[in-house]
């Protein structure tokens, strides 16, 4: 098995992807020492996210290899720094996306560390010590308490992590760009990891959803499990025509190459669309439809440590969780496969604990 050429204190274990194939393997690495800031923490579950997919294939041409994955991390506290004042050992946390920022900016000065400059991301970056990041698929993690959030003791660790990737992605928008008025019509395009998360939100607010998808079979779902008022089905020439200008608001979750015409034509004048999948290729953008209804197209990019918190909180008073499939760690491979396809309802989560063996 390979080794990290970056030695540190605490031995770790996990699964790596190593070159463009994406295929991950059983890997040995290690942490650095547990310093006055931080938090080790014994990782439980780790969702499976698109992003993971995108990197171990590099498909944003910004991967260093080895790589291990994750960044939806739930676990147990099992070491703390002289410095820490938020968490006590044994108490249930989450590490989302981010591990760390400058401190100082104006952006982590607002509780925006997901905007800083200086952003360390949970993989596939470098820490200010100069060594690169490794994620959630192994045994444990070293964070800056900063960036530790507090599981609510109501909220399952396995469906609660997902949270800390998708379920902040579309709540952090939904807040920031008003879209948040009891009774105003929300359509949800793509209903995956991000989507179905999206829905339950949208409910909880007190929003009329109607799910776009091009697939028909999710219909059923979608409304009768998900809550959603309406289904439309985006490949169907008359239900399109039939909801042009009908919506407020629509969270575009969909990270695949797509038309943004359709949706904004779904927009009712001063209408938003908010775009949160990451495709590889740019998508066009039509403009005359922005300029003749007053509309707007923005973009969100998860949320800060605060604002993470806030939702879990959220997702805590209303009963919220991601629908997952729980995995073991050898399966990781297949269920990537299957991630591709758009083959899960909705979120693979691995069973980091009881499955990962040496």
């Known amino acids: 098995m390979a080794k990290s050429p970056e030695e540190h204190p605490q031995k770790a274990f996990g699964w790596a992807a190593r070159d463009p194939s ?14 006055d800031e931080d938090v080790t923490v014994k990782i439980l579950y780790c969702g499976v996210c698109h992003s993971d ?34 968490f006590k050992m044994g108490d249930r946390v989450g590490v989302g996306v981010l591990v760390g920022s400058c401190k100082t900016c104006e952006t982590c000065q607002q509780d925006l560390e997901n905007y800083c400059p200086s952003m360390i991301f949970t993989y596939n970056s470098t820490s200010q010590d100069g060594t690169r990041t490794y994620g959630g698929y192994s045994d444990i993690v ?4 900063r960036y530790v959030l507090r599981i609510p003791d109501n909220l399952p660790s396995d469906a609660a992590a997902p949270l800390l990737c998708a379920g902040i992605t579309v709540y952090s928008p939904m807040k920031y760009y008003g879209m948040t008025e009891p009774g105003k019509h929300l359509g949800v395009a793509g209903l995956g990891g991000l989507g179905h998360v999206a829905v339950k939100f949208g409910k909880a607010f007190g929003l009329k959803v109607t799910v776009i998808s091009t697939s028909p079979n999710k ?15 985006s490949t169907n020439p008359e239900k399109v025509q039939a909801a042009l200008g009908t919506m407020d608001y629509i969270i575009d979750t969909v990270s695949a190459i797509h038309s943004l015409a359709p949706l904004l034509a779904m927009l009712k004048l001063n209408g938003k669309l908010i775009t949160v999948g990451l495709p590889d290729k740019p998508l066009e953008l039509p403009i005359f439809p922005l300029v003749m209804g007053r509309k707007l197209i923005g973009g969100s990019d998860i949320g800060g440590i605060k604002e993470t918190q806030e939702m879990l909180d959220f997702c805590a008073k209303h009963n919220i969780t991601a629908d997952i499939e729980l995995i073991q760690m050898d399966y990781i491979n297949t269920a990537m496969k299957r991630l591709s396809k758009s083959d899960v309802k909705y979120r693979f989560v691995i069973d980091v604990a009881n499955s990962l063996s040496q």
């Open 53 to 86: 997919l995108h990197s171990v294939k590099n498909e944003w041409g910004i991967t260093r290899y080895p790589i291990v994955p994750g960044h939806e991390i739930v676990g147990i506290v099992i070491q703390l720094g002289n410095n820490v004042k938020k």
């Open 22 to 35: 994406g295929t991950l393997s059983p890997f040995h690495f290690s942490r650095r020492e547990n310093g």
């Open 142 to 145: 070293v964070v800056d308490q």
């Open 219 to 233: 219909e059923d779902e979608a409304i009768n499990k998900l809550g959603a008022d309406s289904f439309l089905v």
